[in-house]
């Protein structure tokens, strides 16, 4: 079983549209939750921190479920702009290290 | 200045070279990390350092030697490569304390053995 879990996608939405990401995490020692996301033949960039009281960023809502080890993103009124692959990751403290989900891609259509 | 440079951005090179990636951060983060990222794939963990000290060698083999000079430098080098090992090499860094797990990647090197 892979450390994190993503929903496989492709995601293919309407502009507009509102979508959601899944996915789970096995180490329960894992500390911190994060959204990348890594645009085509680019470098993957945070896009936002996940915590247990959820947090919204703009169009961006996250949500952390420490007992379930799940960890979710919606996006709303999607934009073309949004077309990327989002990676859901874990973080160790003590093993300082990233954990990567296999990525999630989306494509918003016009 | 939130940046994480690398060099070169393209590299072709022969399964007999020696070559050398590099990655520089002015962030004053003291954790620095190679991943390798093959198409349509997570990025995979290579190395980490702290504080200029390897913590972690995700049983990378020994054709790959990561260097750390100093604290905002780190060189990934490279002898006897093989035609898999053609990827994008990922830098990237990060605090340590507050602020932990969230890494500022590099643009990385797109690498390819021939």
């Known amino acids: 079983r892979k450390e994190v879990e993503q929903d496989p996608g492709p995601f293919n939405v309407p502009e507009g549209a509102t979508v959601a990401f899944n996915c789970t995490y096995s180490n329960s020692a894992s500390q911190s939750f994060f959204w990348y996301r890594q645009d085509c033949r680019k470098e993957p960039k945070l896009l936002m921190s996940?915590?247990?009281s959820g947090n919204e960023d703009g169009r961006f809502t996250a949500q952390l479920n420490r007992a379930s080890q799940y960890i979710s993103l919606l996006i709303r009124d999607s934009k073309l702009s949004d077309s990327a692959t989002y990676l859901c990751v874990a973080y160790s403290g003590s093993a300082r290290q990233l954990t990567f989900g296999s990525g999630t891609q989306l494509t918003v259509l016009p | 200045d939130t940046e994480v440079t690398q060099t070169p951005k393209h590299l072709v090179m022969g399964m007999t070279n020696k070559k050398s990636l590099k990655c520089e951060q002015h962030?004053?983060?003291?954790?620095m990390y190679w991943y390798k990222q093959k198409a349509k794939k997570p990025p995979e963990l290579m190395f980490v350092y702290s504080y200029e000290k390897l913590s972690i060698n995700e049983s990378v083999p020994s054709r790959f030697s990561p260097e750390c000079p100093n604290s905002s430098l780190l060189n990934l080098h490279l002898h006897a490569l093989q035609p898999e090992d053609s990827a994008l090499y990922l830098c990237?860094?990060?605090?340590?304390?507050?602020?932990?797990?969230?890494?500022?990647f590099g643009q990385g090197t797109r690498l390819t053995v021939v």
């Open positions: 962030m004053g983060h003291r954790a």
């Open positions: 996940v915590y247990s």
């Open positions: 990237a860094s990060s605090q340590e304390g507050r602020g932990q797990g969230v890494a500022f």
